[in-house]
């Protein structure tokens, strides 16, 4: 342990700096180190001032499941230089998380290191549906004020990165990538957290580039470029017949290219709550399989009962200044509640055209109330008052 001067999300401090090569890491990339990064983490969170974990680069750190808890005594920075690796067998058991951070105050976690999920095993038995346990590549839960800046996250066996019970997250730089094909490999899923920002990312996976669950608000996803994948969601919301709550959500400056949706809306059916004050502003498509949807018949399993006596109730919805290419031919899908209606939609100056020269975009509305200003490209008729 040597003192350095450090610069966290409070300013620059005097800083204790803890390598976990100094505590028996080897980082050959075959011995587990999962002892040696618990040992350093219990020094680091117990340090008397900021602390630095030192991850060095130039290493491949085998890690089985671990778990950085708080609360620690000041500010703490994982500095993830090195790469860090999950064992590419499957496990026995029910293992909920990789990577967890819990109950941390002032947390960041830095660097251009790669952290791989090693998931191709995973995706092979959900694909051939054989149970086994899977879990998330990272998690913040019950954090704040924390920073994920310049990872590269990739191959997870299921979400990437998961906030959760969290306020006050910025993620930034970040760089996600699984194979288009891989089952359940959301880039970053959001639940149960609020003030969170995500900027300036690439993701790329077989899932959402990013979802937004419920008990989320005040969530800002800005200059994100996403695809392959299924877009950018809020939702699914209301799944096994729970209560959804998501409001104010801001996505703007994106670019989604070849996903299967562009910006969703996502909920099941006969459940309740709202989604509200949601804007997509500023976003590009780029032959996008459902550009624009709102999808209120949601059934990820095929096998959904058809109740229709409540529903997530979803208002205050605008599209504002979205444009690009559509590969579907509808392009502008507003499927609400049959007993719910969705309401307060904007649809203004958005300019969707097929991607394919020669073909045709429309729309389609079901039970779906607002107004459209400026360009609709294509024209929204079916939107009512």
Known sequence: MILVLACFISGCVAASNYSVTDFGAKGDGVTDDTKAFLDTWNATCQS?????????????????????????????????????????????????????????????IVGSGKIDGQGAAWWSCKTNQVSVSSSPLSSLLFC???????????????????VGFSSAIRITGVTITAPGDSPNTDGIHIQ?????????????????????GTGSFHVNVSWVTCGPGHGISVGSLGMNNSRAEVSD????????????????????????????????????????????????????????????????????????????????QVAINLNCSQNVACTGITIQNVEIQPAQQGGQTSSYCFNAHGTVTGVAMPAVPCLMP
């Open 192 to 212: 149960q957290s609020h003030h969170v920002n995500v900027s300036d990312s690439t993701i790329g996976t077989g899932d959402d580039c990013i979802s937004i």
């Open 249 to 328: 959500i801001q996505v703007g400056h994106c670019n989604i290219s070849s996903t299967m949706n562009g910006v969703r809306i996502k909920t099941w059916q006969a459940r309740y709550g709202y989604a509200k004050a949601i804007i997509f502003e500023n976003i590009n498509f780029t032959a996008v399989n459902n550009p624009i949807i709102i999808d209120q018949h949601y059934c990820a399993t095929g096998v959904c009962a058809e109740k229709k006596s409540s529903a997530v109730q979803v208002t205050d919805v605008q599209f504002i200044e979205v444009r690009g290419t559509s590969s579907s």
């Open 144 to 162: 704040s004020r924390a920073l994920v800046a310049g990872l590269r996250l990739i191959n997870s066996s299921q979400m990437h990165l998961v």
């Open 48 to 108: 008397s001032v900021s602390s630095i974990l030192l991850i060095p680069a130039g290493k491949t750190f085998l890690l089985n499941p671990i778990v950085f808890q708080g609360p620690c005594q000041f500010d703490v920075r994982v500095q993830v230089d090195g790469d860090i690796i999950r064992p590419s067998q499957l496990w026995g058991g029910k293992i909920d998380h990789w990577l967890l951070f819990s109950h941390i105050d002032r947390l960041s």
